[in-house]
Nanobody, 123 residues
Framework: QVQLVESGGGLVQAGGSLRLSCAAS????????MGWFRQAPGKEREFVAT????????SSADSLKGRFAISRDNAKTTVYLQMNSLKPEDTAVYYC????????????????WGQGTQVTVSS
């Protein structure tokens, strides 16, 4: 069992930056690939980024490459999402998720989810 708690969301002006954190419980954090997803009102949950168990492999949504970056610290059992040059269309609830094994891009592949953190970008 893995419990995930996101933090770091908030209100930011367009062009600003935020770093989201997702703290995981349990001593087997290194066994899980991690992902970030987001969901805007009235829209489906969409893939943002994923990172392998070791952190050696990452992937981001094509539309976000160059602005968003995922990283992890296995010693701290935490995964991060650095978000730069934020735009109003980035406004959403951001979720982290965990799955055993290799990285994946679809939310249905993830077993554990956090409660989400709101990110609001004002124009």
């Amino acid at each position: 069992q893995v419990q995930l708690v996101e933090s770091g969301g908030g209100l930011v002006q367009a062009g600003g930056s935020l770093r989201l954190s997702c703290a995981a419980s349990g001593r087997t954090f290194g066994n899980y690939a991690m992902g970030w997803f987001r969901q805007a009102p009235g829209k489906e949950r969409e893939f943002v980024a994923t990172i392998s168990r070791s952190g050696g492999s990452t992937s981001s949504a094509d539309s976000l490459k160059g602005r968003f970056a995922i990283s992890r610290d296995n010693a701290k059992t935490t995964v991060y999402l650095q978000m730069n040059s934020l735009k109003p269309e980035d406004t959403a609830v951001y979720y982290c998720a965990a799955r055993p094994g290799i990285i994946a891009y679809d939310p249905q592949s993830y077993m554990y989810w956090g409660q989400g953190t709101q990110v609001t970008v004002s124009s």
